[in-house]
C-alpha cells in the first residue's frame, strides 16, 4: 500500500529537518522533527482536518520513512509529538529575491 502523505523536505541540519506535509496536490501541513540525543521532538501543524485515524498514519509514516533511519533502534516513547492546528499568515525573508537560482554563468 503506498504511502497517503508526501513529505517534503525544505529544511535539513545536524539536528532537524522541516518537511512540507501533502495530500496529493494539496498541503496539509508542516513538519519539524529535532533530534536531541535518543529523544525526537516532533511539532505537526495542521492547515487542514485530519481524522484521528489520519493523525495516526501521518505519524506511523514519519516513524517509519525519517526517525526510523536517523535513530533504527531508538525506544519509540522518546519520540514526543505535538500536533497544532492552524493557517499560514505570510511568509518573510531577508534575502534578496532570486538568492537560490544559479546565475546563467555558473551552470
Do not use: C
Request: negative net charge; without cysteine.
Amino acid at each position: 500500500m503506498a504511502d497517503k502523505f508526501n513529505l517534503s523536505r525544505l529544511v535539513r541540519t545536524v539536528s532537524s529537518e522541516i518537511y512540507v506535509i501533502w495530500e496529493g496536490d494539496k498541503r496539509i501541513g508542516q513538519l519539524h522533527l529535532h533530534f536531541a540525543h535518543y529523544t525526537i521532538h516532533v511539532t505537526v501543524m495542521l492547515e487542514t482536518d485530519i481524522s484521528l485515524t489520519e493523525e495516526e498514519e501521518l505519524l506511523a509514516q514519519v516513524d517509519e520513512d525519517i526517525v526510523s533511519s536517523y535513530l533504527p533502534t531508538f525506544e519509540r516513547e522518546e519520540m514526543l509529538v505535538t500536533i497544532f492546528r492552524g493557517e499560514e499568515i505570510s511568509a518573510f525573508s531577508y534575502s534578496p529575491p532570486g538568492i537560490d537560482e544559479l546565475d546563467e554563468d555558473e551552470e
